[in-house]
């Protein structure tokens, strides 16, 4: 059963832009690095962004790098994917994901179910 609730998925066109949400619970949330991945349609996951348990800290993969922001409301145990200038190939199911950190799934302990994020030019 995923411990981590993903919402704010949706269908939008080439340019927009999508907040993704996810919901932790505090023994994660405070204790590991949060991030999130994604699935592509016939594609393996692939990291998308991580940000630090204790300092503001943050990563990403290049192909976003400028156009996403991953950030953290600790007060809520939230974590959010603000995600501007969508293009078609942002399509993908978004996992939200809590671990050690860096590009390689083992890495990552905990896993959402995903939301679906289609992007239509």
């Known amino acids: 059963q995923a411990q981590l609730l993903e919402s704010g998925g949706g269908s939008v066109q080439d340019g927009d832009s999508l907040r993704l949400s996810c919901k932790a619970p505090g023994a994660i949330f405070h204790s590991y690095l949060m991030g999130w991945f994604r699935q592509p349609p016939g594609k393996e996951r692939e990291f998308v962004a991580a940000i630090s348990w204790n300092t503001p800290t943050t990563y990403y993969t290049d192909s976003v790098r400028g156009r996403f922001t991953i950030s953290k409301d600790h007060a809520k145990n939230m974590v959010y994917l603000q995600m501007n200038s969508l293009k078609p190939e942002d399509t993908a199911i978004y996992y939200c994901?809590?671990?050690?950190?860096?590009?390689?799934?083992?890495?990552?302990?905990?896993w959402g179910q995903g939301t679906q994020v289609s992007v239509s030019s």
């Open positions: 994901v809590g671990g050690s950190g860096g590009p390689n799934r083992e890495n990552w302990r905990y």
